[in-house]
């Protein structure tokens, strides 16, 4: 799988980056190494998130699909 990220330097020193597929994943370090170390943790805890299955009897759907 591969997720595009938009890297940013900060302005107080350092870096920062986002996901911007995955709302919500987004990490820091101070050396551009450190952050794609970060980066890499971010976004293995942003797809790990459990989503709670519907209910029975409801209008939604569960699908899996494969990336």
Not at 3 to 14: C, D, W
Not at 36 to 64: F, H, I, N, Q
Request: aromatic content about 6%; proline content about 6%.
């Amino acid at each position: 799988m591969k997720i595009k990220v938009v890297v940013h330097e900060a302005e107080e020193g350092g870096f920062w980056a986002e996901a911007p597929a995955i709302p919500g994943c987004a990490t820091q370090g101070e050396t551009f190494e450190e952050l794609l170390t970060d980066l890499y943790e971010a976004v293995e805890g942003c797809l790990s998130v459990d989503v709670a299955e519907p209910t029975p009897g409801g209008k939604e759907r569960v699908l899996e699909i494969a990336v």
